[in-house]
């Protein structure tokens, strides 16, 4: 039985949320259409010379990075492929003995 109010209600909450934003869309509007009077630009004053940075010495040259002896890897030892495919059962499958 609600149901059958449903569309009229939906109808009248978007009858008021447009109705409300219209009103306030035209009073943002009538704000902002209001005259502002163009005020004179401030004259600032002088500001003093920025003092420059002083460079900077040069510094000698690092001394170069003696390289070091690359390290015997070893190899990875590989695995043959006949080893069976292992099977792992899920937890609550396993029987406790």
């Known amino acids: 039985m609600a149901f059958n109010h449903f569309p009229s209600f939906l109808a009248l909450t978007l009858l008021i949320v447009l109705l409300s934003f219209g009103a306030h869309t035209s009073l943002v509007k009538a704000r902002n259409l209001q005259e502002i ?5 401030p004259e600032l004053p002088s500001f003093p010379e ?42 609550h499958a396993t029987t406790n003995p």
């Open 37 to 41: 009077p163009k005020l004179p630009k």
């Open 50 to 91: 920025i003092p420059t940075i002083p460079e900077l010495p040069k510094l000698p040259p690092l001394p170069e990075i003696p390289t070091l002896p690359k390290p015997e890897l070893q190899a990875i030892p590989t695995l043959p492929n006949d080893l069976p495919f292992p099977f792992f059962s899920p937890p």
